[in-house]
């Protein structure tokens, strides 16, 4: 079972930028997918991105263009750059891996807030 940790989250103005680093305990291959979630207070769980294999990656509509991920395979971690932060980008971001055949894991998940 792969364990995941958050880091990197905190206060930050609009206009913003953040990075958060999700470490990976166990063995990760490059055909898994890895991603980012979040979830604002009264809201579901939703998709901010995902990476497989380095470089197929998909964004939610509402990010696109303004963070990125990432991954370095060889330290099993995935990061996500968030620039040009939004207030609406507050929530609490999880980190998410998910191979074919294996129940997925969660991270404990790390605190975004952005202030106008």
């Known amino acids: 079972q792969v364990q995941l940790v958050e880091s990197g989250g905190g206060l930050v103005q609009a206009g913003g930028s953040l990075r958060l680093s999700c470490a990976a305990s166990?063995?990760?291959?490059?055909?898994?997918?890895m991603g980012w979630y979040r979830q604002a207070p009264g809201r579901q769980r939703e998709l901010v991105a995902t990476?497989?294999?380095?470089?197929?990656?998909n964004y939610a509509d509402s990010v696109k263009g303004r963070f990125t991920i990432s991954r370095l395979n060889a330290k099993n971690t995935v990061y996500l750059q968030m620039n040009s932060l939004k207030p609406e980008d507050t929530a609490v971001y999880y980190c998410?891996?998910?191979?074919?055949?294996?129940?997925?894991?969660w991270g404990q998940g790390t605190q975004v807030t952005v202030s106008s």
């Open positions: 998410n891996w998910r191979r074919l055949g294996y129940k997925e894991s």
């Open positions: 166990g063995s990760i291959f490059s055909i898994d997918v």
């Open positions: 990476i497989i294999s380095g470089s197929i990656t």
